[in-house]
């Protein structure tokens, strides 16, 4: 009779986690999600001739998904790059040269979703900071077109 009863509850929890899996879907969280795209790791580079006048702390985000040290972050105006950020537990710590723009976006390289995410233009002043440790910056992102 006890063999019976523990067989019942396993087919019982087999059958709810099938379903969930059916429900939710069955996916490795550490696999790259493929949705947005397969764009490889860029190769941004920093200006060599500019003074680092701007800081960033940010915590970052995408599909509520936190960011990781695979991922890449950098500040730029066109299609200048002004800085890249460093990833250190949990924060992206970012520089920004000056080159007398009034704006900046950030790009976000995921390694999750091997994609480029693009901020809204954030204002750009010198000397300025923007986001702490105990109170980083979090911007908003839209996938790259």
Do not use: Q
């Not at 970052?60 to 066109?78: N, P, Q």
């Not at 200048?80 to 390289?109: H, N, P, Q, R």
């Not at 995921?110 to 440790?133: M, Q, R």
Request: with cysteine.
């Amino acid at each position: 009779m006890k063999l019976e009863v523990r067989n019942i509850r396993l087919t019982g929890v087999v059958v709810c986690t099938l379903c969930l899996c059916a429900l939710f879907g069955c996916k490795d969280k550490n696999k790259p999600d493929s949705r947005y795209g397969e764009v490889e790791k860029p190769s941004w580079t920093i200006p060599s001739d500019y003074d680092y006048t701007s800081s960033m702390t940010a915590i970052i985000r995408v599909d509520s998904m936190e960011s990781s040290a695979d991922d890449m972050l950098a500040a730029f105006s066109g299609d200048k790059c002004y800085g890249i950020a460093e990833y250190k537990d949990g924060l992206f710590y970012l520089y920004i040269a000056g080159g007398g723009e009034s704006t900046v976006m950030l790009k976000l390289w995921s390694a999750h979703y091997k994609n480029i995410f693009v901020s809204s233009p954030i204002p750009y002043e010198n000397d300025s900071l923007l986001g702490t440790v105990a109170a980083p910056y979090v911007p908003v992102f839209t996938v790259s077109k």
